[in-house]
């Protein structure tokens, strides 16, 4: 799920399309380029894709130390960074708001179901 920090009308706003165009796009993927199984346990670089809005470019994140022996198991695997709103066609507001906007994305594995 899509959380916001900060007051409800921030959420609106975000929801809007000015912003993210949930109703328009309601998915954000993030798509990470190959990297090392060590990565998980002690974290590192994580660069990959990120598709927002329709819109598709190359972004680098922060692959967080695991804080237990299984990530995406046991705990959360966490990955964080920063984009410019702009560089995804979100311009309203440039005086009010940032252009930076922060992601902390957090994933758990799941098993896949058997083919039937």
Not at 2 to 29: C, K, N, Q, Y
Not at 37 to 55: F, V
Not at 103 to 114: G, H, N, S, T, Y
Request: glycine share 10%.
């Amino acid at each position: 799920g899509l959380l916001f920090d900060g007051p409800r009308w921030m959420e609106r706003i975000t929801r809007s399309d000015a912003f993210l165009a949930v109703d328009r796009h309601p998915g954000i993927h993030f798509h990470s380029g190959q990297f090392a199984d060590a990565a998980l346990r002690d974290g590192g670089p994580l660069d990959g894709e990120l598709t927002l809005r329709g819109k598709t470019l190359p972004v680098s994140f922060q692959l967080l130390p695991s804080t237990c022996a299984r990530p995406g198991r046991d705990c959360d695997i966490q990955v964080q960074g920063t984009i410019s709103r702009h560089a995804f066609g979100m311009n309203a507001y440039r005086t009010l708001v940032k252009d930076d906007v922060d992601f902390d994305i957090r994933v758990r594995l799941q098993a896949e179901a058997p083919p039937t």
